[in-house]
């Protein structure tokens, strides 16, 4: 399978909505090694993932610790429906807070 251009571009725009970041390098066959990672969360579990794309345009994961392109896509998806649902579970949250009486706030030190 090619990788299109705007599947990259769509790459790219889910690792910017999760706020990560990216660095891609040209290893020693030519193929471009796509790197993502958390920038400013040293201490955290996050490993950085890993794609190559061949000069032919095609996914390579035999190169290493790597994973397939359409991997990482369903990865992203995953990690951004987790962030979706974490602002929904805030918004929610921030309703109910506001909801509450100044007495109720106290009472749970809220305020």
Request: proline share 1%; glycine share 4%.
């Amino acid at each position: 399978m090619t990788i299109k251009v705007t599947e990259l571009l769509q790459l790219l725009t889910k690792v910017k909505k999760l706020g990560l970041s990216v660095n891609v390098r040209e290893d020693k066959d030519g193929d471009y090694v796509i790197k993502i990672f958390n920038m400013f969360e040293f201490d955290s579990k996050f490993e950085p993932y890993k794609v190559v794309i061949t000069q032919e345009g095609e996914s390579d994961w035999n190169k290493g610790n790597f994973y397939y392109f359409d991997c990482m896509m369903d990865i992203l998806d995953e990690m951004l429906e987790k962030q979706k649902q974490k602002e929904i579970k805030e918004q929610k949250r921030q309703a109910l807070i506001a909801s509450l009486t100044d007495e109720e706030k106290e009472l749970l030190n809220l305020k």
